[in-house]
């Protein structure tokens, strides 16, 4: 079964940059995109951002939108978060996801996800 392993995280202040990843523990050759999501305390899971595996088409929330920046390398089977800018509303738990196989619900919408990651914590100090 594939497992979706998460790195990155941290404390930080305002205004750094900041790395997650999110290693496939095997080919995801059917998968047919991945995402992050966050959750911050006493708050609702929120997406953030999505990428179609094969094209590598992006797409964000308006929330992190020319800060934030998704990738994946298909050789190595791994998801990249990287976020610019941050702010003290980015500290959350992130969780990277992954959709693998058909599912009529759009990419911001986290029951259309379908394996998940451990989570990583991003504190952004002010």
């Known amino acids: 079964q594939v497992q979706l392993v998460q790195s990155g995280g941290g404390l930080v202040q305002a205004g750094d940059s900041l790395r997650l990843s999110c290693a496939a523990s095997?080919?995801?050759?059917?998968?047919?995109?991945m995402g992050w999501f966050r959750q911050a305390p006493e708050k609702e899971r929120e997406y953030v951002a999505a990428i179609t595996w094969t094209a590598g088409t992006t797409y964000y929330s308006d929330s992190v939108k020319g800060r934030f920046t998704i990738s994946r390398d298909t050789a190595k089977n791994t998801l990249y978060l990287q976020m610019n800018s941050l702010k003290p509303d980015d500290t959350a738990v992130y969780y990277c996801?992954?959709?693998?196989?058909?599912?009529?619900?759009?990419?911001?919408?986290?029951?259309?996800?379908?394996?998940w990651g451990q989570g990583a914590l991003v504190t952004v100090s002010s």
């Open positions: 095997t080919h995801i050759f059917s998968s047919y995109a």
């Open positions: 996801a992954a959709r693998v196989r058909p599912d009529y619900r759009d990419y911001h919408d986290p029951d259309g996800m379908h394996l």
